[in-house]
Structure formats: C-alpha cells, structure tokens
C-alpha cells in the first residue's frame, strides 16, 4: 500500500509580482501523476476528493448512492461497483489511484511467477496458474511459485520488454516543463525563455526559484482544481496556506 508520506520533489518558477506559478520542473514520478489522471474512472475521482468539496452535483450523485438501500439495486449490482470502481487494469481502486504515491515496487518493471511444476512429465497435465509474489503456494500442487516469466507490452506490432526501474508512462532520462495549465512537454532552456516572453516578463528579480515538495494532500488539491482551474499550480502551491 502506498504511504501518505511519500513525496516527490519540484521546481517552481514563480512570479512574486502576479503571485502565479510560470512553470514548474519535473521528473517522471510527478508527469506520470498527471497522465494517470485521465485513467481514474469518475467514482474514483469523486471517493478521492470527498462529496463535500465536489464542484458541480458529481458529489450530490455519490451521496444519492451512498444513501440508496442496497434493495434497489439490481442483483448483479453493489453499490461498492460505483461507489469504489475497478480501475481500467482491473486492479482494485484499494491500490492508491495518485500512482506516484505508491510503493517503489509497484513502478518497476512487472513480474510474475509460475509454479516450477507447470507441467508434470509424469502424467502430462498441466495448470495454468500465475502469481505477481514470489513464492505463493501452488492451489494445484503446494509448491512455491518461483519461476519468473517474462512480461511484454505490445507497441505497435513490436513486443517490448519493461526494463526494471521504468514502468509508469514516460522515461525517466527527461526533465518536463509542466506549465500552470498542466500543459507538459520535454524542458529546453529555448521553451524557458519562450514561456517569460508568453508571460510579458520584463523583470526578471520578481522571479523566484523554489523547491517545493508534492505528497498526498498536494495530489488531492491539484486533482480538484484540474477539474475546474487553469492555475492549477498556482491554486496548489501558491495559496494563502503555502504563500
């Protein structure tokens, strides 16, 4: 399970005239936060946040089906099933849905064991079962499941194997400029001064370079406001509470 203190680290740059966030520097655990945001199903995003600090009646919803007996449901139907949705893997939403916020273990490259035992010479039978822990008890035989087997991903046409150290969603050998807006491309010392022209800055002693560090409460407050600001890090960093 994933840790409320685990944190990732940032690099504003501020404007301290207008008091708003130009853009920030990132690595991979923080633009991998970002782009796993668009894979959180709804009921997911509503249970993160709390009905109470909802914008809009997305909050009015989930409460209605907190409150409905679970009578009026159809048998096939929990309120659990909406209230607490699979994630689109299948994994369930009990697995920390901020993704950076998780163990080291869950972004490495994945791995996956079999029973030594998976086919038996002796009588020709075989079973198909495969576990994500090493050593899991064999259901068919009671063995430990310690053979690793090899995971692929499809791109394209071409299997690619995951390296260990990468998964998530972006490479880890590049540093983002991640704008305001929550726009995000490759960093270049040309964007850097493209975005002070964008932004009319003429003096350059209002700017300010801070490090700022970005855990659980931080990946609540950014999920929110992208659902209704385009300030998003100047509404997570920059209000009275961190100003």
């Not at 929990?78 to 901020?98: E, I």
């Not at 490495?108 to 079999?114: G, I, M, Q, R």
């Not at 490759?186 to 855990?215: Q, W, Y």
């Amino acid at each position: 399970m994933a840790s409320s203190k685990a944190k990732v680290t940032l690099k504003l740059l501020i404007d301290t005239k207008s008091k708003r966030v130009l853009f920030a520097e990132a690595g991979k655990d923080f633009v991998d936060f970002l782009f796993n945001l668009l894979r959180l199903p709804v009921g997911t995003v509503v249970r993160l946040l709390t009905p109470q600090t909802m914008v809009g009646t997305l909050g009015n919803l989930y409460e209605s089906i907190e409150n409905l007996n679970e009578t009026y449901f159809q048998p096939d139907t929990t309120k659990l099933s909406l209230l607490d949705p699979k994630t689109p893997t299948g994994n369930s939403s009990d697995v920390n849905p901020l993704f950076l916020l998780n163990d080291v273990s869950n972004r490495v490259a994945k791995k996956f064991f079999v029973c030594p035992n998976i086919f038996n010479k002796r009588t020709y039978q075989s079973h198909m079962y495969v576990s994500d822990v090493c050593d899991t008890t064999c259901p068919h035989c009671n063995n430990h499941m310690s053979q690793e087997m090899a995971y692929v991903t499809m791109e394209g046409t071409k299997e690619v194997k995951l390296e260990a150290g990468e998964g998530g969603f972006v490479k880890g050998v590049v540093t983002y400029t991640v704008m305001d807006d929550l726009v995000v491309t490759p960093m270049s010392t040309i964007s850097g001064i493209t975005i002070l022209n964008k932004f009319n800055v003429k003096d350059l002693g209002a700017l300010e370079e801070r490090v700022v560090h970005f855990g659980m409460p931080e990946g609540l407050k950014l999920l929110k406001a992208s659902l209704h600001s385009k300030t998003v890090l100047t509404r997570v960093f920059l209000d009275p509470e961190h100003y």
